[in-house]
């Protein structure tokens, strides 16, 4: 603590010399206010337990412990304290003079003056401990600390009729009854004196002489009252101190070092008893609020850590680390029915799924972030990052969340969201936490419970926060009311999972409805909810989502603490997941020709970047493997469900799969993917339906609940049903392709797999699609609608969509697999197609370049902000049709870099040719550094040997603006500056920013220096950057190299005065290019006006100056236009 606190200043006690007595010291003047905290209304022990993990309203009484060496205190707590000085700093302040008084009394060598004032706000319930037992003779004391209510109204003149003496292993504080002194007792026979002896009083005190083979030393007399043991300072030298001094309230204050009896040699005393402090919940510590240990304070001062008696910081015995790790271990950590509930709680997540279930393949953690959907619109949606400007969780899960939950305030519910589209594996992962907790690799979290939210679908209001945790998860618990309050006391240690959080019904209102029940008290699961994400229920502990981010629920993300996304597969783990998958099933024969198949549908192979598709790829390579070696995978999503569930369909009931179809239709229209057993039409349809994996149990639902295993087979069966049900409308069936969305009652698409499911059951030849699953029966019903959307789809103008419903548009044209539909869509594509801000996944990088090469057109593509991988993006820039593509810069270099790399010199060179950046709009300082990487390449590409020449993008940009604002701005500009000549096409600089970049004079003068290579520059516009008549002058030094070229220079809003016009003036008849110039809003006067006025009258080539500004007076303004009308007043 020494670095928190000077040392007082006057006289010190000196080190005492030998150890044949005590030294003794008398009490001096006070300099420096060491007790500031104590003199304010702040109660020391209150400010200290505002960090305390444990609820002080709702603090129950646990277990207490005897023995001296017990060490109690919650370092985690301390550590967080220490933390939280750095940015209150009145919290700071306050505990900063705490510090003071721990130092000032157990660290400096010597001690001057002891104010009354020392103890004065904290009473005997305080120095004792929380759920404290006292004695008799001190009175019935309340087991619990005061609430502040409880406290005297005025604490500076509160005094505790006897503070008790406090015993420690290293250091003794105690009342003595008057200033007579009487010999000291040795140690041992503290203990086991009567009441009656400790009245005697202490006038002397005596350091007698031991055995060198004890380290034990003769103590002292204590008074009556409880004595406490507190481990503490063991830098102390061997002996005894005695402090003693008038008016300070306390008679004397010793210090004892040595060796402590341990609790079992020692008979229970049959008056005076020895109490304990209560031990943290979570792991031993020290019982001292004060001084936590060595281990969980590595970097605090030595003389500020404590240890255990009798060991220095010289020499430590290991008879006595043993002993001492003997008796640590002994100590139980939880109660066992605690203990018991958390094994109990670890067996059932720590099973791992056997066979290809178990396959966990380890995918890209991403940080996720929201943004504004549009300049105008308040909702948000998932932001798109660039692929190179992805932030990656580092260290995986585990660091994940240990790294959001220590950003988090003190006693706060953290919300963190696992975001992810249908059958990207949230599910998987959110069990792959469970089974990482079980392991032991979530260190943070005590308790970790995890709830489908379909099993929140309930009705009623009789459930209780205890049947949310215990009983709805995937194996119901039995748990104790003892086990339920050791958690409510530690809710920062508990992690709650709510997975496929989306399938909620109207959990968009739980942060916004009302809900204030006790914890026992009961209510619905809607309740719960709603108290837990408004941090009434639990307060404290981490709420962990997994959702889809779709509609209403993104906008109530928009406050949690951590948003992530799961990336999906790579190509090279798709095809690793294939080969395990095949491991796993025992057919590793079949393993090469599975991956040679899926590598023959690119498609197929670019969807398997779904872990949910990727499985239902590898089951249908299983089925076709086993009937032979003429095994061909079909090329639609449409022809993979129609293979996994052709065989099904034939073996089941009559009309089976046409009842599952429509079942699984209305849930979705609910937004539901369960169903209760009696929702199926009959036993035999159920049954059928169960025994071929079509549904099944959820975890953690009833046993009358089922579920279909995965979303997109839910999509598959709705689209089923929309092409088999005569309920479905003709003029109604385009709806729900979702490609032109209605103003009025527009279609809700949940289901979003359905459109291309629909397209393809459709359009797809009925032997091998639509006949496969239900037989011939249903021809005449399909070719109607199918007349129906052909007719739909011709109609549509595809460069009106866009981007999103026109990538829609591709997949389920690709989808339905009919030439005409797909020649009229792909040559309707305009030759400009942009995607900026629309995520391309790599089904959509596959569909769109097909598209792209059937168009036999030339197009340029904008493919900033889409998030598009490297393969994708270097496929799509290697086609011939296309000619020109903009994309983020940091892709597109590290593209090139790994295309140099790879020795692909021909499709380097294309990407090369066709980059370009104009116009490029620098908006942050990453625009910038990425420029400038951009000119590093060129200018590594043109010293190379085996190239020549400037890079396309380089050497063609013509308009180049720069707004990054007033705090990056003048960070941003120098570097700008120093790649500004590398554009030798530059023809527009635009400076200027709504929020102002005020590069100011600085940055003026640096630009100066650069207009001799910028020959081609026609426009320059630097309004509103701070320029004074310093920038000015240093702007018109510059000019002359832009005589030739310059059209128009704006100077608008800046803080050009006289002498900058009359630079300005100066200059402007050598600016023979220059048409407009603005000058207005400056500060110039009317002389300075003037001056402009006559220096314009020698430039005939200038058509405009606009000079209007509010400090030339208007009748002088009129004047100079009269005499020259080319002077622009607006």
């Known amino acids: 603590m020494r670095c928190l606190a000077p040392h007082p200043a006057g006289s010190y006690l000196s080190e005492p010399q030998g150890s044949s007595q005590c030294a003794t010291m008398e009490l001096g003047p006070l300099e420096g206010s060491y007790l500031e905290l104590l003199n304010s209304d702040a109660d020391p022990l209150c400010l200290y337990h505002i960090y305390d993990q444990m609820d002080l309203a709702g603090e129950e009484e646990i277990e207490l412990y005897s023995e001296p060496d017990t060490d109690t205190i919650n370092c985690d707590q301390f550590s967080r304290l220490l933390c939280d000085m750095e940015g209150d700093e009145e919290t700071k302040e306050a505990y900063a003079n705490i510090a003071e008084l721990d130092q000032y009394v157990f660290q400096d060598s010597q001690l001057e003056g002891l104010s009354k004032d020392i103890f004065k706000h904290i009473g005997p319930d305080e120095v004792i401990g929380d759920s404290m037992e006292m004695p008799a003779e001190v009175g019935q004391k309340s087991q619990k600390r005061p609430f502040p209510e409880e406290l005297p109204a005025d604490l500076k003149h509160w005094k505790p009729a006897e503070p008790p003496a406090v015993v420690t ?155 001492a790790g003997e008796v640590s271990n002994k100590l139980p950590k939880w109660p066992e029915p605690v203990e018991q509930f958390y094994r109990s709680l670890q067996d059932t997540y720590q099973a791992e799924p056997a066979g290809p279930d178990g396959i966990l393949m380890e995918v890209d953690l991403v940080q996720a972030r929201l943004e504004r959907s549009s300049s105008k619109s308040l909702e948000r949606e998932l932001a798109t990052p660039d692929w190179a400007e992805r932030q990656l969780a580092q260290g995986g899960l585990a660091e994940g969340l240990l790294a959001a939950k220590e950003r988090r305030r003190p006693r706060e519910t953290q919300v963190i969201a696992m975001l992810g589209k249908a059958g990207q594996g949230k599910s998987y992962w959110a069990g792959a936490v469970s089974r990482a907790w079980a392991c032991g690799r979530l260190p943070q979290y005590d308790f970790v419970f995890s709830v489908p939210c379909h099993c929140l679908n309930r009705p009623g209001d009789v459930y209780r926060l205890q049947d949310l945790l215990f009983s709805l998860g995937p194996r119901p618990l039995l748990a104790a009311d003892e086990v339920f309050s050791h958690i409510m006391k530690r809710p920062d240690r508990v992690l709650l999972i709510l997975d496929a959080f989306e399938e909620l019904e109207a959990q968009d209102g739980f942060l916004h409805s009302t809900c204030g029940p006790a914890p026992a008290e009961p209510c619905s699961l809607r309740g719960l909810l709603a108290g837990l994400f408004q941090k009434k229920l639990l307060r404290g502990c981490t709420l962990l989502l997994t959702a889809r981010p779709r509609g209403r629920l993104v906008q109530n993300l928009s406050k949690a603490d951590a948003l992530f996304e799961l990336s999906g597969f790579s190509m090279e783990q798709a095809q690793a997941y294939v080969m395990r998958y095949f491991e796993c099933s025992g057919m590793t024969e079949h393993q090469d020709r599975a991956l040679a198949l899926l590598r023959d549908r690119p498609f197929l192979l670019s969807h398997s970047h779904s872990p949910t598709l990727c499985r239902a790829v590898c089951q249908l390579l299983e089925a076709l493997l086993e009937l032979g070696e003429d095994a061909e995978l079909p090329s639609t999503l449409t022809g993979l469900y129609v293979g996994l569930l052709g065989r099904a369909a034939l073996s089941g009931p009559p009309g089976a799969l046409a009842e599952l179809a429509k079942l699984a239709w209305e849930l979705g229209r609910r937004h539901q993917s369960t169903l209760q057993e009696d929702q199926f039409p009959s036993a035999d349809v159920r049954t059928w339906a169960m025994a071929k994996g079509l549904v099944q149990h959820p975890p953690g639902a009833t046993e009358s609940e089922l579920a279909f295993p995965s979303f997109l087979l839910q999509c598959f069966l709705g689209a089923l049903w929309l092409t088999l049900s005569g309920e479905i409308k003709d003029k109604e069936l385009p709806q729900y392709l979702a490609l032109t969305p209605r103003k009025k009652r527009p279609y809700d698409n949940w289901l979003e797999g359905v459109p291309r499911f629909l397209t393809g059951l459709i359009f797809q030849p009925r032997a091998r699609c639509l006949g496969a699953l239900v037989g011939p029966s249903v021809t005449a019903l399909a070719d109607r609608k199918q007349k129906v959307l052909a007719r739909y789809l011709k109609r549509l103008q595809p460069g009106t969509l866009r981007a999103r419903q026109l990538l829609e548009l591709l997949h389920c044209t690709h989808e339905a697999e009919e030439a005409g539909i797909w020649q009229h869509v792909v040559q309707e594509l305009p030759a400009r197609l942009s995607f900026l801000g629309t995520r391309l996944m790599p089904p959509d990088a596959h569909v769109l370049g097909k598209a792209l090469e059937a168009a036999g057109q030339d197009f340029s593509l904008d493919l900033r902000s889409t998030g598009i991988d490297p393969s994708g993006l270097g496929s799509l820039v290697g086609l011939s049709c296309v000619t020109h593509f903009r994309a983020a810069l940091s892709d597109t270099v590290a593209l090139w870099e790994s295309l140099r790399q790879h020795g692909q010199t021909e499709l380097l060179q294309a990407a090369e040719e066709k980059f370009t950046i104009e116009p490029f709009k620098a908006k942050s300082l990453k625009d910038v550094e990425d420029l400038g990487k951009l000119v590093q390449t060129q200018r590594t590409r043109s010293s190379s040997e085996d190239t020549a020449g400037e890079l396309p993008a380089v050497r063609d940009l013509k308009k180049l603006e720069f707004a990054l604002g007033p705090i990056s701005g003048p960070q941003a500009f120098p570097k700008l500056v120093q790649i500004l000549t590398a554009f030798s096409s530059l023809q527009h600089l635009d400076l200027d920013a709504l929020s102002e970049n005020k590069i100011g004079d600085e940055g003026v003068s640096q630009l100066s220096a650069t207009f001799p290579q910028l020959k081609s520059l026609e426009t320059l516009n630097l309004s509103q950057n701070s320029i004074t008549d310093l920038g000015a002058y240093k702007l018109a030094e510059g000019l002359p190299s832009l005589a030739a070229s310059l059209l128009r220079l704006s100077l608008y809003n800046n803080c050009i005065c006289d002498m900058g016009a009359e630079s300005l003036a100066r200059v402007l008849p050598d600016m023979v290019s220059l048409r407009v110039m603005d000058v207005q809003y400056n500060k110039f006067t009317a002389a300075g006006a003037q001056q402009l006025a006559a220096s314009l009258r020698k430039c005939p080539h200038v058509e405009t100056l606009a000079m209007w500004t509010p400090t030339i007076p208007f009748s002088v303004q009129e004047h100079l236009q009269q005499q020259d009308s080319r002077i622009s007043l607006r």
């Open 169 to 323: 292993g290293s250091f003794l504080v105690g009342p003595v009854s008057s200033s007579s002194t009487l010999p000291c007792l040795p140690l041992p026979a503290l203990f086991n004196q009567e009441p009656a002896s400790s009245r005697m009083c202490l006038e002397e005190t005596h350091q007698m002489p031991m055995p060198s083979s004890s380290s034990s030393l003769s103590c002292l007399n204590l008074p009556e009252g409880p004595v406490q043991f507190v481990p503490t300072v063991s830098t102390l030298p061997q002996g005894l101190w005695q402090i003693s001094g008038t008016g300070t309230g306390v008679s004397s204050i010793f210090i004892y070092h040595g060796e402590v009896p341990q609790a079992s040699q020692v008979p229970p005393p049959s008056g005076l008893t020895v109490h304990g402090l209560p031990t943290s919940p979570d792991r031993p510590g020290s019982t001292s609020p004060f001084a936590p240990s060595a281990t969980d304070l590595p970097s605090m001062p030595e003389p500020a850590l404590t240890s255990r008696a009798n060991v220095t910081e010289h020499k430590t015995s290991p008879t006595q680390c043993q002993a």
